[in-house]
């Protein structure tokens, strides 16, 4: 029982990370150009790739093993993939520049925290020998 709601609270924990990285990446982007700072302008930001996470977290790689590098990875191209494209269907436009430092941002926000993440379990792990 206690492998079941350990496994369950990285799960949470995981999602609630991946969550975070992508309202994070959107509000310094709405920061970083002026846009106003009321909570329906993230959501509508956020949303794009919110949808992309929703659908990285439908694979059985992410929820299997939601912490690796593996799922770190489909989470990356699920958010950014999805979130482009509907971007580009929302505004009717996808400058590139924006493509990539979506790209760069989402990839170093939710494969950043998997690498924390497993350097304190391995420490933890040391110490507990």
Do not use: Q
């Amino acid at each position: 029982m206690a492998i079941a709601a350990r496994s369950s609270r990285i799960t949470l924990l995981a999602a609630a990370a991946d969550a975070v990285a992508v309202v994070v990446f959107a509000a310094v982007g709405r920061l970083s150009h002026g846009e106003a700072d009321d909570l329906l302008g993230l959501v509508g930001t956020v949303a794009p790739c919110g949808v992309g996470l929703v659908a990285a977290w439908a694979t059985p790689v992410v929820r299997r093993d939601p912490a690796s590098w593996r799922a770190g990875a489909v989470a990356v191209v699920c958010t950014v993939g999805v979130g482009l494209v509907l971007r580009a269907g929302f505004t009717g436009r996808l400058p590139p520049s924006f493509a990539v430092v979506a790209t760069i941002s989402l990839a170093v926000l939710l494969l950043g925290w998997r690498g924390l993440a497993a350097v304190v379990s391995r420490t933890a792990h040391r110490a507990a020998r």
